[in-house]
């Protein structure tokens, strides 16, 4: 999607500091963490939220999530524990029209979360 803020990250337009990529997924360095090591993790396809996952897409779902097993073990906190975090919608937070996940640890994320 042209004027989609991820879409032009994926595409190198917006510099990023990127983790991982692949030809489903890029994960990049989140330039407001809110935990000390915070990365956001989008499927290369546009898909807007959640609420857009079909059967035809929803494996990217799955994909990242292993791609966040593999960064979490990488990088070393994968036994101390981490929180992957997908916002839908307006009222659940999202902010980027672009399928997400913020992988987040390096500290004690307590609960309830907002």
């Not at 994960?27 to 546009?46: M, S």
């Not at 799955?62 to 975090?85: D, M, P, W």
Request: proline share 5%.
């Amino acid at each position: 999607m042209e004027d989609c803020l991820f879409c032009k990250i994926i595409r190198g337009e917006i510099p990023s500091t990127k983790v991982y990529e692949d030809d489903q997924v890029y994960a990049f360095l989140d330039i407001e963490p809110q935990a000390p090591t915070h990365i956001i993790l989008v499927p290369k396809e546009h898909i807007a939220s959640a609420n857009e996952l079909t059967k035809e897409n929803a494996a990217v779902v799955g994909h990242i999530f292993t791609v966040a097993a593999s960064l979490a073990a990488r990088e070393g906190f994968a036994e101390k524990g981490y929180r992957i975090v997908n916002n839908c919608g307006e009222d659940g937070g999202q902010t980027v029209g672009h399928l997400h996940f913020h992988l987040l640890a390096g500290r004690n994320l307590g609960w309830p979360p907002g």
